[in-house]
């Protein structure tokens, strides 16, 4: 099977236990082989969990879970040295941040500073403890699920933790239809969970991510990208525009995305796409503005032309 078939294969499998959430599952797909970090923002019990956990077991990938609370520490995440009285010596003991993918559930549950403890991991795939630089497992891709702000309990991430994640979905309620076969798989004692099947070696995971640095931009995409940075930064309904980061972010997904559909070049299509994924968390609205991040993105989308007029 060709690498862009598997992808399409892990889509699907990922889909038996996520039922009638495709587009989401390929946004998810597109954000790690892009190298990047989820974020998964929805109410309680929408399938963020069961979106990562799928994920690890269809690509191969060793899993663990952090349920974030407010009284978890920092070494609660990355581990501690413990004291041997026998030799007079310190033995580390590894956290939960040393696999591939980490599930961070309810990150907004937990306080700031152990928040924090995340960002040198995300930005580096490394962390630093007591003075000691460990490196962690490759891939290493961080799935978080919150809860939205207006529930009681939750700390607002700081900007530069949002920052560090390259997308933010949000799953939202299944469709009818979905709805009633994930009722018709329950009532028959099925879990299509556990029966999940692995598509993707670590080593195609790996040479996918690869590939897609050699999809092509032509200067006409980066000047209909340009144009989408230039205006968040112009208008006035933009309180905070999208960073040089932020533009980074938006083409290597286009890239990727462009890749999973089998292109060897992007077009418009591929950054409108993901720009949501993409730019909706990045973005802050002007006092002035009623809108959120997605109403801005929507504007972008209606007032940038493809094509310079």
Same mark, same amino acid.
């Given at each position: 099977m060709d690498i +862009?078939? &598997?992808? %399409?294969?892990a889509v699907a499998e990922v889909g038996t236990a996520l039922?009638?959430?495709?587009?989401?599952? #390929?946004? &998810?797909?597109?954000?790690?082989?892009?190298? /990047?970090? @989820?974020?998964?923002? %929805?109410?309680?019990?929408?399938?963020? $969990?069961t979106l990562s956990h799928a994920l690890a077991v269809v690509l191969g990938l060793s899993y663990k879970r952090?349920?974030?609370?407010?009284? @978890?520490?920092?070494?609660?995440?990355?581990?501690?040295?413990?004291? *041997?009285? *026998? %030799?007079?010596?310190? $033995?580390f003991h590894p956290g939960p941040v040393f696999t591939q993918v980490l599930l961070a559930d309810e990150i907004n549950r937990t306080t700031p500073r152990t928040q924090s403890a995340l960002l040198e991991a995300m930005a580096?795939?490394? +962390?630093?403890?007591?003075?000691?630089?460990?490196?962690?497992?490759?891939?290493?891709?961080?799935i978080a699920t919150q809860n939205p702000i207006h529930?009681?309990? $939750?700390?607002?991430? !700081?900007?530069?933790?949002?920052?560090? =994640?390259?997308m933010r979905l949000h799953l939202g309620y299944p469709d009818p239809q979905a709805e009633r076969q994930m009722l018709l798989n329950t009532a028959a004692g099925e879990n299509p969970e556990a029966t999940l099947q692995r598509c993707l070696a670590p080593e195609e995971l790996e040479s996918c991510r690869a590939a897609t640095r050699q999809v092509h931009v032509a200067d006409s995409v980066l000047d209909y990208l340009q144009r989408l940075v230039a205006?968040?930064?112009? #208008? &006035?309904? =933009?309180? +905070? /525009? @999208?960073? !040089? #980061? /932020?533009a980074l972010a938006l083409l290597d997904c286009?890239? $990727?995305?462009?890749f999973m559909n089998r292109r060897q070049h992007i077009v418009p299509e591929d950054l409108q796409a993901v720009l949501a994924a993409v730019a909706a968390h990045r973005?802050?609205?002007?006092?002035?503005?009623? /809108?959120?991040?997605?109403?801005? +993105?929507?504007l972008m989308q209606r007032s940038v032309d493809v094509i310079r007029s």
């Open positions: +862009v078939g &598997a992808i %399409d294969s039922l009638g959430k495709e587009a989401q599952i #390929r946004l &998810a797909l597109c954000c790690l082989l892009s190298r /990047g970090h @989820l974020l998964i923002e %929805d109410l309680p019990g929408m399938g963020k $969990t952090v349920q974030f609370t407010s009284d @978890l520490l920092p070494a609660d995440i990355l581990g501690v040295s413990v004291y *041997n009285r *026998n %030799d007079g010596s310190f $033995t580096e795939g490394q +962390v630093t403890i007591e003075g000691e630089t460990r490196r962690l497992p490759r891939p290493f891709f961080v529930q009681s309990g $939750t700390y607002p991430l !700081p900007e530069s933790q949002l920052d560090r =994640f390259l205006f968040t930064r112009e #208008r &006035a309904e =933009f309180a +905070v /525009g @999208l960073s !040089p #980061r /932020g286009a890239r $990727t995305w462009a973005l802050v609205p002007s006092g002035d503005y009623a /809108g959120d991040g997605h109403a801005l +993105v929507d």
